[in-house]
């Protein structure tokens, strides 16, 4: 079974930048206009997906 | 090899804190630079895009292209049905904040700033005893470097630049909303001079619902929620519950969506660092109950570029004299930017019968009177004298 991971739904996510701004670890990035996960430095603590105003990411 | 570029100040993001800061800027004969990431100055849209007549003329003369309405009215409504008007003959504007971007770009241009679309700050450089060279850029694929004598950050809720000088901007998730808006055609039942305003603990947890008229029968309606009390609940969900609400059966256009974040106050320790300015929401400077960010940002965007100004203008000697921003900023501003940031505290917990009660009170208080200004101070006394059990309230600030 995989483990878990932050996922992007890009269609969904309108690259508001909050949850750059919320993440602890700067795991998330917008280079320039994608919104992207480094999988390295996130801990899946779950700030991103409490604070996005949409369903664009998920714990999966 | 070819040198750096040399500027004056180079200011990042063409948003209304960039785009003042650089038209104060160049307006004063600066080397100017502006780098904008997106190809489109005002796009895309992450805003409600509404401000008070008096937020916009004290920081910059009114172009009326910029204007998608004229707001005479503010009416606001409880759960229960508590309702207030508010009238005054010039209580503020709904801007096209993309013609109002694109305006005070062009302005800059026009004075000599260099503006640079489609080009990303990746990185500064120097640092050492607080003193940035520059920064290092990337545009189609290539970076480069330029260099500055003064940096201004205006980058927005990323605030990519503040972090990069040492400011930790992260936002806590208590202390943001998470906001979800649409822009509507054929709006029913409108009134294109009101800005409307819904409150309620189910339908905007911690914050309130919006309609913003923008002319031609359109309006911005939106909803924020703060996270720390929304249980959950997603701005774009109780945005579709609120539509719903609002407008029944009759289903307006929705021609665009935006949502975003809208960080609190966090007072002035994310302005200045060494040569790095930060200004609007990327130095989180903005109301924190009506979450009102343009009329702070253009405020710091010009504070900032008046303290660069004489910086530079005096010989660029002591870098204490970039102090005067957020000195200028806290004595302007300051005062009504903590005591919003003290009503949130309240805000967030209000059952809706405190709403219900609040609004009913106000409506007693103020009626349908022609208003120049609320004060909130006098709101509070008042409030005092004619609804102690509103007092209860205060209970929120402790615990």
Same mark, same amino acid.
């Given at each position: 079974?995989?483990?878990?991971?932050?996922?992007?739904?890009?269609?969904?996510?309108?690259?508001?930048?909050?949850?750059?701004?919320?993440?602890?670890?700067?795991?998330?990035?917008?280079?320039?206009?994608?919104?992207?996960?480094?999988?390295?430095?996130?801990?899946?603590?779950?700030?991103?997906?409490?604070?996005?105003?949409?369903?664009?990411?998920?714990?999966? | 090899?070819?040198?750096?570029?040399?500027? /004056?100040? #180079?200011?990042?993001?063409?948003?209304?804190?960039?785009?003042?800061?650089?038209?104060?800027?160049?307006?004063?004969?600066?080397?100017?630079?502006?780098? $904008?990431?997106?190809?489109?100055?005002? $796009?895309?849209? =992450?805003?409600?895009?509404?401000?008070? =007549?008096?937020?916009?003329?004290?920081?910059?003369?009114?172009?009326?292209?910029?204007?998608?309405?004229?707001?005479?009215?503010?009416?606001?409504?409880?759960?229960?049905?508590?309702?207030? /008007?508010?009238? &005054?003959?010039?209580?503020?504007?709904?801007?096209?904040?993309?013609?109002? $971007?694109?305006?005070?770009? /062009?302005?800059?241009?026009? &004075?000599? *700033?260099?503006?640079?679309?489609?080009?990303?700050?990746?990185?500064?450089?120097?640092?050492?005893?607080?003193?940035?060279?520059?920064?290092?850029?990337?545009?189609?694929?290539?970076?480069?470097?330029?260099?500055?004598?003064?940096?201004?950050?205006?980058?927005?809720?990323?605030?990519?630049? %503040?972090?990069?000088?040492?400011?930790?901007?992260?936002?806590?998730?208590?202390?943001?909303?998470?906001?979800?808006?649409?822009?509507?055609?054929?709006? @029913?039942?409108?009134?294109?001079?009101?800005?409307?305003?819904?409150?309620?603990?189910?339908?905007? @947890?911690?914050?309130?619902?919006?309609?913003?008229?923008?002319?031609?029968?359109?309006?911005?309606?939106?909803?924020?929620? *703060?996270?720390?009390? *929304?249980?959950?609940?997603?701005?774009?969900?109780?945005?579709?519950?609120?539509?719903?609400?609002?407008?029944?059966?009759?289903?307006?256009?929705?021609?665009?969506?935006? #949502?975003?974040?809208?960080?609190?106050?966090?007072?002035?320790?994310?302005?200045?660092?060494?040569?790095?300015?930060?200004?609007? /929401? %990327?130095?989180?400077?903005?109301?924190?109950?009506?979450?009102?960010?343009?009329?702070?940002?253009?405020?710091?965007?010009?504070?900032?570029?008046?303290?660069?100004?004489?910086?530079?203008?005096?010989?660029?000697?002591?870098?204490?004299?970039?102090?005067?921003?957020?000195?200028?900023?806290?004595? $302007?501003?300051?005062?009504?930017?903590?005591?919003?940031?003290?009503?949130?505290?309240?805000?967030?917990?209000?059952?809706?019968?405190?709403?219900?009660?609040?609004?009913?009170?106000?409506?007693?208080?103020?009626?349908?009177?022609?208003?120049?200004?609320?004060?909130?101070?006098?709101?509070?006394?008042?409030?005092?004298?004619?609804?102690?059990?509103?007092?209860?309230? %205060?209970?929120?600030?402790?615990?």
């Amino acid at each position: 079974m995989a483990a878990s991971e932050l996922t992007v739904d890009h269609e969904a996510c309108s690259e508001c930048a909050l949850c750059v701004a919320v993440c602890p670890y700067e795991a998330l990035v917008l280079r320039p206009t994608q919104l992207q996960v480094i999988q390295e430095e996130c801990i899946l603590c779950d700030l991103c997906v409490i604070a996005c105003p949409t369903e664009a990411l998920a714990i999966e | 090899m070819i040198p750096d570029r040399q500027f /004056d100040i #180079v200011v990042v993001g063409a948003g209304p804190a960039g785009g003042l800061a650089a038209l104060t800027a160049a307006r004063a004969g600066l080397r100017t630079l502006v780098v $904008e990431k997106h190809a489109t100055i005002g $796009e895309p849209l =992450c805003c409600a895009e509404a401000i008070s =007549c008096c937020g916009l003329t004290d920081n910059i003369p009114l172009d009326r292209n910029w204007i998608a309405a004229d707001i005479e009215r503010c009416y606001l409504r409880s759960p229960g049905g508590s309702e207030i /008007d508010f009238h &005054h003959p010039d209580a503020g504007y709904v801007l096209s904040r993309r013609r109002f $971007e694109q305006g005070m770009a /062009d302005m800059a241009a026009s &004075h000599g *700033a260099e503006i640079m679309t489609e080009t990303e700050a990746v990185g500064l450089t120097g640092g050492e005893n607080g003193r940035f060279t520059g920064l290092r850029l990337l545009n189609g694929g290539s970076e480069f470097n330029v260099s500055s004598e003064v940096i201004i950050a205006a980058d927005g809720i990323e605030s990519l630049i %503040a972090r990069w000088a040492g400011l930790d901007t992260t936002l806590s998730i208590d202390h943001v909303d998470s906001a979800a808006q649409y822009l509507f055609g054929d709006v @029913p039942d409108l009134d294109p001079t009101c800005l409307e305003f819904y409150f309620g603990a189910s339908l905007a @947890p911690g914050g309130y619902a919006w309609v913003f008229p923008k002319g031609n029968g359109t309006a911005n309606v939106g909803i924020a929620v *703060a996270p720390v009390v *929304a249980n959950g609940r997603k701005a774009i969900h109780a945005l579709a519950d609120f539509v719903k609400w609002r407008f029944g059966s009759i289903t307006p256009k929705p021609l665009k969506r935006s #949502v975003g974040g809208i960080p609190e106050f966090c007072g002035r320790r994310y302005m200045l660092r060494g040569n790095v300015m930060v200004t609007g /929401d %990327a130095a989180r400077l903005l109301d924190s109950v009506t979450g009102a960010g343009i009329a702070n940002a253009l405020w710091s965007g010009r504070l900032a570029a008046e303290a660069a100004i004489a910086y530079l203008q005096e010989g660029r000697g002591d870098l204490a004299r970039l102090k005067e921003y957020p000195k200028r900023w806290m004595d $302007e501003r300051g005062r009504e930017m903590r005591f919003f940031l003290w009503i949130r505290n309240i805000l967030l917990k209000m059952t809706d019968a405190d709403f219900d009660d609040v609004v009913g009170f106000l409506g007693t208080a103020y009626g349908n009177r022609t208003i120049t200004a609320i004060d909130p101070i006098h709101v509070l006394k008042q409030g005092l004298r004619h609804r102690p059990s509103l007092l209860r309230l %205060a209970r929120h600030l402790i615990w």
